[in-house]
Nanobody, 122 residues
């Protein structure tokens, strides 16, 4: 069982930056694909970014490409999401997830964190 704890959310102005972190328990962190998803009020949860276990392959949603960067430190059992040039439409609860497959579908991810709120003011 993998437990995930997100941190780093908060309130930021348009154009600002935030870095989210997700700390994972367990000794098999490097075997998991790690993903970030988000859910805005009244909307379905959507894929944001994912990174392979080795950290060599990343994929991004078109809406965040060029602004967000996902990375991981397997020695620290942590995955990060650096978010730059934030927009009001990025406002959402951001969730970290761990899965055995690699892709954008939430069904690939078996373990989920509780989420961290990101609010971008205009």
């Amino acid at each position: 069982q993998v437990q995930l704890v997100e941190s780093g959310g908060g309130l930021v102005q348009t154009g600002g930056s935030l870095r989210l972190s997700c700390a994972a328990s367990g000794r098999t962190f490097s075997t998991y694909t790690m993903g970030w998803f988000r859910q805005a009020p009244g909307k379905e949860r959507e894929f944001v970014a994912a990174i392979s276990g080795s950290g060599l392959t990343m994929i991004y949603a078109d809406s965040v490409k060029g602004r967000f960067t996902i990375s991981r430190d397997n020695a620290k059992n942590t995955v990060y999401l650096q978010m730059n040039s934030l927009k009001p439409e990025d406002t959402a609860i951001y969730y970290c997830a761990a899965g055995s497959g690699f892709g954008i579908s939430s069904r690939l991810y078996l373990h989920w964190g509780q989420g961290t709120q990101v609010t971008v003011s205009s």
